[in-house]
């Protein structure tokens, strides 16, 4: 048997692969985020290090055509798998650079923060897919629920947020404050004045 104790561990190519996905600046990992402007690799040790570096169309292969319209030029979106993750491009590329990221843009609630009183309650995903919901002033306000946010006033505290529970017997409403949580009773609507809520005989 052939001796193999001075052969390398890795390939000069493995080695090279292995140094394009670390920072050149300060050697941590890269990793892809998202901004206005799309997806791009940022380096892991943010704020430390500040280095970052575009993602090109051409970092990932075509996996699904959107039949959306693209909103610069009219032709087709694709999703792409990248080394960093999925991305979505235009398949006129490279006539054409649009890119945007895959998530789903928060949708606003039009509810606001009960927390700071600036801001306002927006939908947003986690990183496990699981929808929640929080002011959009982070990260100067951190307010969040992982229910639906409903308007309206807890019964017992007073805290001007509700949020929707599902239960085996319906959904209801509970109140958003984590120190109460109390479920909201029903309350049937009170006659007009002048009224007995009693049926007319005459």
Do not use: W
Request: proline share 7%.
């Amino acid at each position: 048997m052939s001796d193999r104790t001075n052969e390398p561990l890795f390939t000069a190519h493995e080695h090279a692969l292995e140094r394009e996905n670390l920072c050149p600046q300060c050697g941590a990992a890269l990793v892809m985020k998202h901004g206005k402007r799309g997806p791009f690799l940022g380096c892991a040790s943010y704020p430390a290090c500040d280095y970052i570096k575009p993602l090109h169309h051409n970092d990932g292969h075509i996996v699904k055509h959107l039949a959306t319209p693209c909103p610069d030029c009219g032709e087709e979106l694709v999703l792409r798998q990248g080394r960093y993750g999925m991305f979505i491009g235009c398949s006129a590329y490279p006539v054409c650079q649009h890119i945007e990221s895959p998530e789903r843009k928060a949708q606003a609630t039009q509810l606001g923060c009960p927390d700071c009183g600036k801001g306002h309650l927006v939908e947003r995903k986690s990183r496990y897919g699981k929808v929640f919901y929080a002011c959009d002033q982070y990260p100067s306000c951190r307010f969040a629920v992982n229910l639906k946010p409903v308007a309206g006033v807890c019964q017992q505290c007073a805290y001007p947020l509700l949020v929707e529970k599902k239960l085996a017997s319906g959904v209801r409403l509970q109140c958003a404050d984590r120190r109460c949580h109390a479920y909201q009773d029903a309350v049937s609507q009170a006659p007009e004045h002048g009224e007995t809520g009693e049926p007319d005989i005459g």
